[in-house]
Nanobody, 123 residues
């Protein structure tokens, strides 16, 4: 079982940027597809982005395309989410996710989750 720890959340003004990171431990990091999800108050958790095991393939929610970038460093067992041009609607708890099934980059049905990090975007 992989353990995931997110970091990098905080408060930022609209139009600003933040970079989230997620450090993984346990089984070999490079064997996992990694993803980011978010949950705003009163809403269901929603998919944000995913990246394949090699990093060659990525997928994004329409709401963040062109603003957010997911990347990974397999040597550091870490996945990142660079968030630019932030909007108040991006305010949420952001969760890192992992799964060894390569199809989850399409299904988004991840099995392992971190505890989350709060991102607040002020207007």
């Amino acid at each position: 079982q992989v353990q995931l720890v997110e970091a990098g959340g905080g408060v930022v003004q609209a139009g600003g940027s933040l970079r989230l990171s997620c450090a993984a431990s346990g089984r070999t990091f490079r064997s996992y597809v990694m993803g980011w999800f978010r949950q705003a108050p009163g809403k269901e958790r929603e998919f944000v982005a995913a990246i394949s095991r090699s990093g060659a393939t990525t997928d994004y929610a329409d709401s963040v395309k062109g603003r957010f970038t997911i990347s990974r460093d397999n040597a550091k067992n870490t996945v990142y989410l660079q968030m630019n041009s932030l909007k108040p609607d991006d305010t949420a708890v952001y969760y890192c996710a992992a799964d060894s099934d390569p199809t989850v980059i399409l299904t988004h049905a991840f099995g392992s989750w971190g505890q989350g990090t709060q991102v607040t975007v002020s207007s």
